[in-house]
């Protein structure tokens, strides 16, 4: 049972570049979610999924696109990389399922640094 | 829509002593989930104690322990016989309980320092 996982640890990108950050979970969560921490702050939420094929903003979803295909996969994608989008990235996922299982489960997140 | 408070930025505390981080929430609904995370160097993040707001005794898993004010919409972490390891920042959260889209609301963290 591997939990979250995410790739890649670390990524630097130029101005202007895309990519997209992977997480999956083996857990059959019917939740997953996408934060940012920027240094010394809390999380702030970027785009969550309730299940697969649908997915909602965030506080902070300006320059992020998401999809959920699956049940395990949430990419979340980052056009035109920008300074602002430097952050540690954190995936994490949930059963919310009654009162079980409520916490979150987070990945070991992404550092990406824009140049 | 609701908030989280953590007043306190850093804390320090001696090795075996006993030391309390502080969270505020603000809130209408009365049926709701509080959590403490502990984020260490490795920036895993760790979940430390949950507490069910419905329920009134305090949850506690080994040396940690909290101080569940429901009325006063307040959540204390107390970390008893501190140890090294326990160095890290802690992050106090709040999810609603009610049926719905369940999103998770996070303090600004507490970073905490063991002295030896």
């Known amino acids: 049972n591997a939990g979250v996982t995410q790739t890649p640890k670390f990524r630097i990108l130029k101005i202007g570049q895309s990519m997209t950050l992977q997480c999956t979970q083996d857990?059959?969560?019917?939740?997953m979610y996408w934060y940012r921490q920027d240094p010394g702050m809390g999380l702030k939420l970027i785009y969550y999924?309730?299940?697969?094929?649908?997915?909602d903003k965030g506080e902070v979803p300006n320059g992020y696109n998401v999809s959920r295909s699956t049940t395990e996969d949430f990419p979340l994608r980052l056009e035109l990389a920008a300074p602002s989008q430097t952050s540690v990235y954190f995936c994490a996922s949930s059963l919310n399922s009654g009162r079980a299982y409520n916490e979150q489960f987070f990945g070991p997140g992404t550092r990406l640094t824009v140049l | 829509a609701q908030t989280v408070t953590q007043s306190q930025p850093e804390m320090s505390v001696q090795e075996a002593e006993t030391v309390t981080l502080s969270c505020t929430y603000d809130t209408s609904e009365s049926d709701y989930y509080l959590f403490w995370y502990k984020q260490p160097p490795s920036r895993q993040m760790i979940l430390v104690i949950r507490?069910?707001?419905?329920?009134?005794q305090n949850a506690t898993e080994n040396r940690f322990s909290v101080n569940f004010q429901k009325a006063a919409k307040s959540f204390s972490l107390k970390i008893s016989d501190s140890q090294l390891g326990d160095a890290a920042m802690y992050f106090c959260a709040y999810r609603h309980g009610t049926s719905g889209t369940y999103k998770y609301i996070f303090g600004t963290g507490t970073r905490l320092k063991v002295l030896a």
């Open positions: 507490q069910e707001a419905y329920k009134q």
């Open positions: 857990m059959n969560h019917n939740y």
């Open positions: 999924s309730v299940g697969a094929g649908i997915t």
